[in-house]
């Protein structure tokens, strides 16, 4: 079974930067997604970004400009560069695999990482 294990969340303040990483447990089909939704407290979850196969990528356009996602192929991980944080950031990051249907569909979530941004 597909395993997602998500690092690098923690405290930053705001403006500054963070990096998260997921490494999936085995290598994703072809026609897969990785990416990543977070949820806030009191908040629904909502997507963030994420990459295909061939490193096309989609973003919620709250991050646009300042998130950016990428992955390396051998190693079977997907990563989140997060500039310019702002307290609204704040939330639980989950990593994802899944399939485009007009919006990511998750197969396979990791456990998250807290991420929290002061003011």
């Known amino acids: 079974q597909l395993q997602l294990v998500e690092s690098g969340g923690g405290l930053v303040q705001a403006g500054g930067s963070l990096r998260l990483s997921c490494a999936a447990s085995?290598?994703?089909?072809?026609?897969?997604?990785m990416g990543w939704f977070r949820q806030a407290p009191g908040k629904e979850r909502e997507f963030v970004a994420c990459i295909n196969q061939i490193d096309g990528s989609t973003y919620a356009d709250y991050v646009k400009g300042r998130f950016t996602i990428s992955r390396d192929v051998a190693k079977n991980t997907v990563y989140l560069q997060m500039n310019s944080l702002k307290p609204e950031d704040t939330a639980v990051y989950y990593c994802?695999?899944?399939?485009?249907?007009?919006?990511?569909?998750?197969?396979?979530w990791g456990q998250g990482t807290q991420v929290t941004v002061s003011s």
């Open positions: 085995e290598r994703t089909f072809s026609s897969s997604l």
């Open positions: 994802a695999t899944g399939l485009w249907r007009g919006t990511m569909k998750v197969d396979a």
